[in-house]
């Protein structure tokens, strides 16, 4: 088996996966969704710079083959950015769930199931504005 189509399935399974989590309308499914997608771009970016196996990734006279830096620089920032996305996006989701008391995107108000755990609280009318 090559190592691009294992590759290749990995970055299709994370789009697929982050592409339906995205779709959601709940803002953690969202939130874990765009993360996968990230993923995904991350591998793709790395994947980008030739599938090799143990070669240096700068150019020597003695080794013939080499592995692109260049790829590996884009996906350490990307992972340093990805992570400060991910970061802002659940505070965003967090202080939107403590302001609405629902953690829909749509924004409409839709009371929180038994299954979340939160129902309890919200149906002595904690955390719903008149």
């Avoid at 959601?24 to 599938?51: C, D, E, K, M, P």
């Avoid at 350490?76 to 970061?87: K, P, R, S, Y």
């Avoid at 609405?100 to 755990?117: E, F, K, L, M």
Wanted: proline share 5%; aromatic share 10%.
């Amino acid at each position: 088996m090559s190592y691009e189509f294992l590759v290749a399935s990995a970055i299709g399974v994370l789009v697929a996966g982050g592409i339906f989590l995205a779709l959601r309308a709940r803002t953690f499914q969202v939130v874990l969704g765009l993360t996968l997608i990230s993923y995904a771009v991350n591998l793709f970016l790395f994947a980008s710079g030739r599938l090799v196996l143990n070669r240096p990734p700068i150019w020597d006279k003695a080794v013939s083959e080499y592995t692109d830096p260049l790829p590996q620089a884009l996906v350490l920032t990307a992972i340093v950015i990805t992570f400060g996305m991910t970061a802002f996006v659940v505070i965003l989701a967090l202080r939107s769930f403590l302001e609405t008391g629902s953690d829909h995107v749509d924004g409409d108000r839709v009371p929180c199931d038994a299954q979340d755990g939160l129902a309890d609280g919200l149906a002595d009318g904690e955390g719903t504005e008149p």
